[in-house]
């Protein structure tokens, strides 16, 4: 099995009846798990009717917990987790694998993605950068999205790089943190993956991730924390260095509500690094 994909869920039946889609027609060989903490919505019944997804309806602890429990039962050699509101582009994965055969030595592997509004608009796109740990501490942004993260099989099994289950907020900060610390070999691809929906639920607003942000903040280097403007204006001279700011037009295609059984192809032609959070206000304007 070459790579192996999972997928956490639970009460997003309408937004896993896209995402699964955008997986199944890659044209790899791979395995969908998806993790369904017991929703109450019909996602078990519908999941029983896909032959190609293999289900475990079983209550966790959380989205991280969720991600580790398909991560222990995957087989492929690659491994990832796709939110339910997320989705690959056609052709990711192939270019994913034909990645790691060419570089053997890297072990976890960051792609760029599209933002899109819940209807699959434009609203930004967002390069990776190989993460740093100060920065990943004290800020409210990672310099890769998890969309379009892909690790070894092997990171897990020999370093147990699994996500701390009892966060649920910051656990990707917390696992990047943890690949710094334990010199784990990152790598860019510098293309495109991945489809993120911003939905319109902050989730850095809610009191949880607030409390969970500032703990972490405090677990810092003294330096760090009375230099996080500093690291901030940092990442952004990396991103600036590397021309995230100045991208040509590109399209992409996604599965949407209105075309859950076709993906529909959008061109951006003037693409931005700059995302600007979607409200239902913003998609009226």
Partial sequence: MRISIITPSFKSLSWLKLCAPSIADQGV????????????????????????????????????????????????????????????????????????????????AFADAVVVDPKGGYLCHRQALVPHRAHSM???????????????????????????????????????????????????????????????????????????????AKRAPTWAQKLRLALILQHRIRRLAAGHYSSGPFSYSIYTSASPDRRVEHRVSSPTARWIRYTPELQAS
């Avoid at 989705?87 to 192939?94: D, E, S, T, V």
């Avoid at 092997?154 to 917390?174: H, T």
């Fill in 29 to 108: 060989e791979l395995e969908h798990i998806v993790q369904d903490s017991c929703s109450p919505d019909g996602t078990g019944e519908w999941l029983s009717t896909q032959p190609g997804i293999k289900a475990f309806i079983e209550k966790d602890r959380g989205m991280y917990d969720a991600v580790n429990r398909g991560y222990q039962k995957a087989r492929g050699e690659i491994v990832a987790y796709l939110n339910c509101d997320e989705q690959y582009l056609p052709g990711a994965l192939k270019a994913v694998l034909d990645y790691f055969d060419r570089n053997p030595e890297v072990e976890v």
């Fill in 138 to 216: 004290v800020s409210n942004n990672l310099a890769i999205l998890t969309c379009a993260t892909f690790l070894r099989r092997s990171l897990l099994e020999k370093r147990g790089l699994y996500f701390n289950a009892d966060l649920k907020d910051v656990g990707d900060a917390d696992w990047v943190c943890r690949l710094v610390d334990q010199g784990v070999r990152m790598g860019l691809m510098n293309f495109l993956t991945s489809a993120f929906t911003d939905t319109g639920e902050n989730m850095n607003l809610r009191p949880n991730a607030i409390r969970e942000k500032a703990e972490m």
